[in-house]
């Protein structure tokens, strides 16, 4: 990863998550008006102990590379781990009180802010990623992000339309939400995602994409929308984690395995063309074999195709680092299996699309770009970057599949 600047320049690194490149923007335009000049800021992630060993060896090259620079780190791993980035000699922030301008100031960081304002991605991307929602009220027993990010907010809807229609006004047509557990959003002001999607579906928006929810969290209005609503895309990303119960009940999450196979069944049912994906841990405390099973066995009956796939990190504070541990080698060593399902899986499902037609959305090289299902394409002609364009899937080729403009 890069770490030089122009001289006098500003530079903001995002690690982590499609919030954070969100909440990049949102921090480039704080540290631009607080007038921050030849400045690294590296906006880090804590989901894994690797995401936080690459936010500091990131800092420590920055520091060593351009010593004249000013480095600042924020995001979550500034959040968890301040005092070790502060020792290293970079200047710190709290993680929600990036987005404000007075913490790139001459004077020490503010505090905690305690409201969330909508985060919006730069017009360099074809999608527009909105954050709408930040920390999470729920505890689980493996995750910081409560220690990280505080307790669940959301920005307003007036305030998520209005980012919105900056992002159609600029050209991108199509806005992904997302947030640190999105399918909460409206928790701490009595509304509810369903009806976020609906005032923004007010909008001339032409594809809306959701990115990870609860599936403990899917109401009946949520459903409807992701079963029949086309300009929501075919394409729900759940946050399952595991495929036992007893893992899950010792994840303190609210779901079970019953729970998950009938509402994926359900929206397969009202909806064949979706594509399911979603996060899975592997080797969390107590795990054994047969549990694991479990969890490698959901990959097939819930027909996931886009497996975000990751071994059990301890992370300090939680109850979980303190649960009896499997190990890093075993973890890792299931993570793997669990890919290697998952890639399968994801190969037949993307084998069976050949020849039929979808909508892509064209990224800025003017050649990949994104079905309605999410499935990768690549063309094999230019196109306007940020344009839908129909087109004919042809064979697959690695993780992506061939694609022909059609009439």
């Known amino acids: 990863m890069s770490v030089a600047v122009l001289d006098g320049g500003l530079d903001v690194v995002n690690f982590g998550c499609r919030l954070n490149i969100a909440e990049g923007e949102a921090v480039r335009a704080a540290a631009t008006a607080a007038g921050a000049r030849d400045t690294i800021i590296f906006n880090s992630c804590a989901v894994t102990d690797e995401a936080v060993r690459q936010a500091r060896q990131a800092v420590r090259r920055a520091l060593r590379e351009r010593p004249e620079a000013n480095v600042v780190v924020t995001g979550c791993a500034a959040e ?16 929600d009180a990036k987005g404000l ?7 020490e960081p503010v505090a905690r802010s305690k409201s969330y304002s909508p985060a919006l991605s730069g017009a360099d991307h074809a ?44 050209g991108q047509r199509e806005i992904v939400l997302t947030g640190v557990d999105l399918a909460s959003y409206g928790d701490d002001s009595g509304t509810r995602l369903a009806a976020l999607i609906e005032a923004l579906l007010a909008l001339p928006i032409e594809r809306l994409r959701l990115s990870s929810l609860d ?4 109401d009946d209005a949520l459903f409807a929308l992701l079963a029949g609503e086309t300009r929501v895309m075919p394409h729900v990303h759940l946050s399952l984690q595991a495929g036992d119960d007893m893992v899950l009940t010792r994840m303190k999450r609210r779901h079970r395995r019953a729970e998950v196979v009938d509402l994926v069944a359900r929206l397969k049912a009202a909806r064949p063309e979706i594509a399911i994906g979603a996060d899975l841990i592997a080797g969390f405390p107590t795990e054994d ?53 998952n890639a399968r899986r994801r190969h037949d499902w993307m084998d069976g699309l050949t020849g039929m037609r979808t909508n892509m959305l064209v990224e800025r090289d003017g050649r990949s770009g994104h079905g309605e299902n999410f499935a990768g394409l690549m063309l094999d002609a230019d196109a306007a970057p940020g344009s839908i364009v129909p087109v004919r899937i042809g064979a697959r080729d690695g993780d992506r599949l061939t694609a022909e403009l059609a009439a």
């Open 289 to 341: 074999d047969a549990m694991f099973a479990n969890s490698l066995a959901l990959i097939d009956e819930c027909d996931i195709v886009f497996g975000h796939i990751f071994p059990y990190s301890a992370r300090a504070g939680t109850p979980a680092a303190r649960m009896p541990q499997v190990g890093r080698t075993v973890a890792r060593e299931r993570a793997a299996i669990l890919r290697e399902a």
């Open 80 to 95: 968890l781990e301040g005092e070790r980035f502060a020792a290293l000699g970079a200047r710190v922030v709290r993680n």
């Open 215 to 218: 599936p403990n969290r899917i």
């Open 127 to 170: 999608r527009a990623f909105l954050g709408v929602q930040t920390g999470c009220s729920h505890s689980c027993t493996f995750c910081a992000t409560v220690i990280a990010r505080g307790t669940a907010r959301s920005a307003s809807v007036d305030a998520v339309v209005e980012s919105a229609s900056l992002a159609l006004a600029r």
């Open 101 to 107: 301008t007075e913490s790139y100031g001459a004077g």
